[in-house]
């Protein structure tokens, strides 16, 4: 049977930090309170377009593969926050980086979009119907926040990542994944205002909304995930002791170490990255993994361990072999357009809108 190798990786951070002091001058929070409850100290945010990041990571991830774009026969995208839902921005990806004979598919399961893709590809590899796939995951949150919500917008940040799999008669990339879904209480996490079903004649269509019921949401993402967990290692006959690393969604330090104390996994083994780009959503995966290979926390051979868990409410749990080789093959010089503005400054006009609708709309 053919298996699908990961064989390149990368990531793509914008460079405008938004620290948690910052967010204390526009909304009535506390470094203290964001710490203490997520272990988030600073984020992203984006000045450019979703897909600029998305291009970039995806050519990081080629360059580490050294593969020739014109080789990849699919690329699915993971994410919520895309360009436009027309044209898709897989197709954009598609068309900058010159993977014309790539199809092109968007994937909107918010935060598991990139483990539900990189299970998708790694079973279309598997079936023979494709053998070279490009897998991306990202957000561009920011551009949906409400930032009159301190309860939501202290949480998210931007970023993309992205992985190349190629097909491969090692027994080695996804091995195992189980997906899911408890969408009883898919409105536990909504964005109002986006969407067909919302009217384009309401005063509120330009304004996104969130519903979010943190504590329902961490309740279940810490059941569904160790759950998963639990169920994909039974599948491949693994015990938590034959896994290397963890490399879970990265929304809350708190979920992370609930996960890890549930499943019986040692906090050593799980890959942290939450205080430096807080929840990138779709993001939060291929970056975490890409900074994990890249800081020599892989070894040729190494079971990763990774789950996941997001709007929908969807949720996943999957099991990677790492292959033999865990330095690029090539550097890109791949960069986001350059950015003059403070994270402040880009969120700023944003920051005014919300206020003033939020005193409108009482
Ligand atoms: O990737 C998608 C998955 N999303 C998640 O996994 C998120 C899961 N949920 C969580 O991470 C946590 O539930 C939160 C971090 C969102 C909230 O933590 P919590 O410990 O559940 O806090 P809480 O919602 O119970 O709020 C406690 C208090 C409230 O005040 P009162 O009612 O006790 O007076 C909130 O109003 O904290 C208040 N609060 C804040 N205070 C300062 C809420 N947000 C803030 C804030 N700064 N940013």
């Known amino acids: 049977m053919q298996h699908a190798e990961i064989t390149g990786w990368g990531k793509c951070l ?18 203290e309170w964001i710490t203490s409850r997520t272990g988030i100290k600073e984020r992203r945010i984006c000045h450019c377009n979703f897909s600029d990041m998305a291009i970039v990571a995806a050519q990081r991830a080629l360059a580490a593969a050294d593969l020739d774009p014109l080789e990849l026969d699919l690329i699915l995208l993971g994410s919520l926050t895309n360009d436009s839902l027309c044209p898709n921005t897989a197709s954009i990806v598609q068309d900058a980086i010159g993977a014309r004979n790539a199809a092109s598919i968007d994937i909107n399961s918010a935060c ?10 790694t079973n279309l590899i598997r079936a023979g119907a ?48 189980k997906i ?19 009217s384009r004649l309401s005063d509120d269509f330009l304004y996104t909304g969130w519903n979010f019921d943190g504590q329902e949401v961490f309740k279940r993402a810490v059941k569904s995930m160790s759950q998963a967990c639990t169920d994909v290692l039974d599948q491949v006959g693994l015990s938590v002791d034959d896994v290397h ?16 104390k549930r499943v ?30 890249d800081e020599g926390r892989v070894n040729p051979g190494d079971y990763i361990l990774s789950a996941t868990f997001g709007a929908g ?49 009482v």
């Open 180 to 198: 899911g879904c408890e969408a009883d209480a898919k409105y536990a996490i909504q964005i109002t205002n986006l969407g067909s079903a919302y």
């Open 313 to 361: 409410l969807t949720w996943g749990a999957g099991i990677i072999r790492w292959g033999n080789r865990v330095k690029p093959l090539r550097i890109s010089d791949a960069e986001l357009p350059p950015c003059d503005k403070t994270a402040l400054e880009i969120l700023e006009p944003h920051i005014r809108r919300y206020k003033e609708h939020a005193k409108t709309s």
């Open 112 to 121: 598991t979009g990139f483990l539900y893709g990189l299970h998708i590809g």
């Open 245 to 260: 690393l963890v490399v879970p969604h990265q929304a809350n330090k708190r979920i992370l170490d609930s996960l890890a």
């Open 14 to 31: 914008p460079p405008a930090v938004l620290s948690n002091a910052d967010l204390a001058t526009f909304i009535d929070t506390s470094d």
């Open 130 to 177: 494709h053998k070279k796939v490009l897998v991306i995951g990202g957000e561009f949150i920011s551009h949906y926040m409400d930032w009159s919500r301190r309860d939501v917008a202290v949480l998210f940040g931007d970023a993309c990542g992205a992985v190349v799999i190629e097909a491969s008669d090692d027994e080695v990339g996804l091995l195992a994944a």
């Open 264 to 293: 019986g996994i040692p906090q050593e083994k799980v890959f942290v990255n939450v205080h430096k780009y807080g929840n990138t959503s779709a993001g939060t995966i291929p970056v975490a993994l890409a900074e994990a290979v």
